[in-house]
């Protein structure tokens, strides 16, 4: 077996060493296998005996010289390939890790806070329309005592709304931040007021909310907005998305909607706040008068399922003036003339409001809401000057079932009495049942169906005959509400 060092180089570089290796062994094998073969007579052959012997040694002798050779060459083979394949991978990789020059950005410390700040603010929007069919077919087709569904047989936009939000993030060093609600539709001419309570309301008509925030470092944190906000009195909301039904209580009607001020969420641990607000009024951006209202109250969370709201409201809304139309040469802005009322009535308003969310089960919900608000015009009588009180009472009960991740069903019942008509005009008891229908296309795609009743002691709502009022009426109603952003749970 005569191979020369240039054909043991062609096989390495052609099968590898451990194949050539292993050849090599296979032929030393075999012809020491043949070496110790029997001879004619069966006698095995001693070796240094024959001359075959001989030959087998001196075959054995260059084969081991030839694996010397072999194991050299491997050595060197491997000393200038390692480096190469390193290089070649640390290229690789650098190709893979740089970016083209093109995609590279030289971001300024101005586009940075830029980025920061536009990474903790969202941006939504909202889109809430609907369809009702009054059974009563009223008059204009006006469904009484109704907050937002106002119109019936009719294609209606209800809201549209636009949101900004920049929560303060403490945790990442920020106290501050701010929010704004932008709306538009049918829900802002409920929810705006009028010039009864509302100065100039028209100025700020579709501002639903303006506030900025402050958290100040004292014991866990307390969180102080100034500006106008929605009312957290009662359980109702403003947006649709959020509520278990499409048509708003009367209570939702009854109680403020929003206010013009300050308020303090305190928290005393992590189940307890306390709340504190000093306001111009109850839906008052403009003060009717130069009272300050305020609230007292609290959030308790005794259990994760369960949480439970109660607040107290002072106030006085009566004005202490009314608008005038001559106010000499000296310019004011418009809606701003006004003659004094003297005496201005001094009459209090008393809300007294609690209620409480069960999550039973992760698919049943349970909420309970009970309210009573007094108001007198004078707060002692006098010859002229009444303090008999109106008032309403009552509350709500609502029941949500979780039937699939698109599907829940809904009913809310509850019953309001108005003594001296504080809220309906009249004196009565009314009621009403509502069933409502979930179907939750996508995320942030809803089609809420929604049946409801309402009934009083007393004829309350349009009928078809102009001046006819009837004790009941019947409505069915399609909600469809959009909405998209970055904001994530209720609004």
């Known amino acids: 077996m005569n191979l020369s060092l240039r054909s043991l180089r062609e096989g390495i570089c052609a099968r590898g060493f451990k ?261 111009n009024g109850i839906n008052q951006v403009e003060a009717t008068n130069g009272f300050k209202d305020q609230l007292f109250g609290f959030i308790a969370k005794p259990k994760k399922s369960i949480s439970w709201t109660t607040n107290y409201y002072l106030g006085q809304e009566h004005p202490d003036r009314t608008p005038a139309t001559n106010c000499g040469p000296i310019p004011v802005q418009p809606g701003l003339c006004f003659t004094a009322i003297r005496p201005a009535p001094n009459g209090r308003t008393h809300i007294f409001d609690s209620y409480a969310t069960w999550q039973a089960t992760s698919k049943l919900t349970f909420a309970l809401e009970g309210d009573y608000v007094i108001e007198r015009l004078w707060r002692n009588a006098a010859p002229g000057e009444s303090s008999a009180p109106s008032h309403v009472g009552g509350g709500a009960g609502y029941i949500q079932y979780q039937l699939s991740p698109k599907f829940a069903l809904a009913t809310r019942a509850e019953y309001l009495s108005d003594r001296g008509g504080l809220f309906s005009g009249i004196t009565q008891a009314l009621k009403e049942n509502t069933v409502t229908f979930d179907y939750r296309v996508f995320q942030g795609f809803l089609m809420r169906y929604e049946w409801r009743r309402d009934y009083s002691n007393k004829p309350s709502f349009l009928t078809d005959v102009q001046g006819v009022l009837s004790n009941h009426q019947t409505t069915a109603t399609l909600g469809v509400v959009w909405w998209w952003g970055r904001k994530e749970g209720a609004w």
């Open 19 to 279: 194949t050539v290796f292993l050849s090599v062994l296979t032929c030393a094998s075999v012809s020491l296998l043949n070496a110790q073969q029997p001879d004619a007579s069966g006698n095995r052959a001693h070796p240094g005996g024959t001359k075959a012997d001989q030959d087998v040694q001196k075959r054995l002798q260059a084969l081991e010289e030839e694996v010397r050779d072999l194991k050299s060459l491997v050595k060197q083979l491997q000393a200038s390939e390692v480096p190469a394949a390193a290089q070649a991978t640390e290229t690789a990789a650098s190709h893979q890790s740089d970016p083209p020059k093109s995609q590279v950005m030289d971001l300024s410390s101005e586009d940075r806070s830029t980025l920061q700040f536009m990474r903790d603010t969202t941006i939504n929007f909202g889109i809430d329309t609907y369809y009702a069919y009054n059974f009563n077919q009223p008059v204009g087709r006006v469904n009484l005592l109704r907050a937002f569904d106002v119109l019936s047989n009719e294609f209606s936009l209800n809201q549209a709304s636009v949101v900004l939000d920049h929560p303060p993030d403490v945790m990442d060093g920020r106290r501050w931040g701010g929010r704004l609600d932008l709306q538009f539709g049918q829900a802002t001419d409920t929810l705006q007021g009028n010039p009864l309570n509302e100065p100039r309301p028209d100025i700020y008509r579709n501002i639903f909310q303006a506030y900025g925030s402050y958290v100040l470092p004292l014991d866990h944190g307390i969180n102080v907005d100034f500006g106008k906000w929605s009312s957290s009195l009662g359980i109702e909301g403003n947006y649709t998305k959020d509520q278990m039904n499409y048509s708003r209580s009367y209570w939702f009607d009854a109680l403020p909607f929003y206010h013009m001020g300050l308020r303090a969420d305190i928290p005393v641990s992590d189940r307890f706040s306390v709340n504190y607000w000093v306001v």
